[in-house]
């Protein structure tokens, strides 16, 4: 049944609803069949007429079930007051997040910059937070004494597996009197070994070589390199490589450990033939046919677990000027010939460079020896300065290169005619200049930058000066 329309009285009677008329005659409105019942005045609901529904219409006064809205101020405002309220919606369609909202400098450049910066921050906020987490641990781990901490840590960076063993006070005492140049020499290098253990977590041991009479003989003192390794062997027990530098000796780049610089690739940064490089023709391997197939060998066994000493070869042949040690039994044996009073008491006379000499001999006519030594190229750990070995020019194998960036230099002989503080400083300086920070290099381009510019003016002021003084 259709209620399309409100149903209404038909003048001639009845309803003017589809629904509710009915083809039949006598019946009242209503689409079931019912008895009708006198209403007001005895008119039944069958015969209600036009005129009947008008006066019954007109009889009413008003609807009090029914009140019309918005009749005070508040309600009939309430909607335009809240439109002009912030509203904060949760579950809002996207595009209608802002309609209505007041923005500082929303209709400026700036404030359009900031909304889309704001827009994509947000949006990025997980990555954000997880790259400023990054650099926040980057930070706290280089401003903080834990990069040397783990550097140090034997199961972490291994720097306490090291000890660097430094000659001070060299010739100092009483059979040489120490100038400034001297004392200047000897504070650049321990404030450079200083500086370069702590960066990597190595023990750093300054020995003092002031001439004192500690030992029987008169002249062993020049001999104590050897009883100094074998005392800090005792000092730090953890420790498992030592490397001794002398005084003259300069760390150029920092910036090397010695585990990437030598001990990482141990086998392919050392060679265990002395043919590679042999300036004191030594012959070698051994042909005494007695002996075993190691000492037969020209590499020993070929591992590098096996090497215990390593030295570096300069022009005239071994040089201990900077050399390692490792701890192992066969250093202790090699210490204690090495250190033998008898072979120092035959042979000191003839051996000129001390204690090398007498591990040159050792090496020589020692079959033990060689299986447990290794060689590393000079530069590796002892680069000289052209003054040293320079009786045949310029050597690659042994003299500084700039370029190449080599890791340590070694003064030595300077004391024989050659300057040495004059080097130790030039040295020092080109270190630095080689190891500035990325700061420190715009720093000095821009003050080189003024210095050349004004040094233009003045060139040219000279030059009218010559001028004018020549007219």
């Not at 149903?7 to 209503?30: A, D, I, M, Q, Y």
């Not at 019912?34 to 006064?61: C, E, F, H, L």
């Not at 062997?233 to 585990?259: C, G, H, I």
Request: one cysteine or more.
């Amino acid at each position: 049944m259709s209620l399309s329309r409100s149903p209404s009285p038909n003048k001639g009677g009845g309803w003017s609803s589809p629904g509710l008329t009915t083809p039949f005659e006598n019946v009242s409105g209503r689409s079931t069949p019912r008895k009708s019942y006198p209403m007001n005045g005895g008119i039944s609901g069958g015969d209600v007429s036009w005129a009947t529904a008008k006066a019954r219409s007109d009889q009413v006064n008003g609807y009090p079930s029914f009140s019309t809205r918005n009749n005070g101020f508040f309600s009939r405002h309430a909607r335009q007051i809240s439109r002009s309220l912030p509203s904060f919606v949760k579950g809002a369609e996207k595009e209608k997040l802002g309609r209505g909202r007041w923005y500082a400098n929303s209709g400026t450049r700036t404030g359009r910059t900031m909304r889309f910066l704001g827009h994509h921050v947000w949006r990025l906020r997980l990555r954000l937070l997880v790259v400023l987490t990054f650099v926040l641990a980057f930070i706290i781990f280089y401003a903080t004494p834990m990069h040397q901490a783990y550097r140090r840590a034997s199961w972490l960076g291994g720097g306490s597996k090291f000890v660097i063993i430094l000659a001070a006070n060299q010739g100092g005492g009483v059979m040489e009197w120490k100038g400034p140049r001297e004392w200047a020499i000897e504070r650049d290098s321990v404030k450079n070994k200083k500086k370069y253990a702590k960066r990597w977590g190595y023990n750093l041991e300054i020995v003092d070589m002031s001439t004192k009479k500690r030992y029987a003989h008169e002249w062993r003192e020049s001999w104590e390199k050897v009883d100094t390794i074998r005392n800090c062997m005792r000092k730090y027990p953890q420790a498992e490589w030592f490397w001794w530098l002398d005084l003259n000796t300069f760390v150029m780049e920092p910036s090397y450990s010695l585990q990437k610089q030598v001990f990482n690739d141990l086998g392919s940064n050392t060679y265990r033939d002395i043919n590679v490089y042999n300036p004191l023709k030594i012959e070698h391997p051994f042909n005494d046919s007695h002996l075993d197939p190691e000492s037969l060998s020209p590499v020993g066994d070929g591992k590098a677990s096996s090497i215990d000493l390593i030295i570096p070869q300069d022009c005239a042949g071994f040089n201990l000027g900077s050399f390692f040690v490792h701890r192992s039994a066969w250093t202790d044996r090699l210490l204690d010939v090495w250190w033998d009073p008898v072979g120092y008491e035959q042979k000191h006379m003839e051996w000129e460079h001390k204690e090398q000499d007498s591990l040159e001999h050792l090496y020589i006519h020692q079959p033990w020896i060689r299986g447990h030594t290794a060689f590393i190229p000079q530069r590796k750990i002892n680069s000289f300065p052209k003054g040293a070995c320079g009786e045949n020019g310029e050597d690659d194998k042994v003299h500084y290169k700039e370029a190449d960036r080599d890791f340590v230099v070694n003064m030595a002989g300077c004391e024989w005619g050659r300057d040495c503080w004059g080097e130790m400083y030039n040295f020092r300086e080109l270190s630095n200049k080689l190891n500035r920070t990325p700061w420190e290099k715009f720093k000095d381009g821009i003050s080189d930058r003024v210095k050349s510019i004004k040094g233009k003016p003045e060139k040219k002021n000279k030059k009218k000066k010559k001028k004018d003084g020549k007219s």
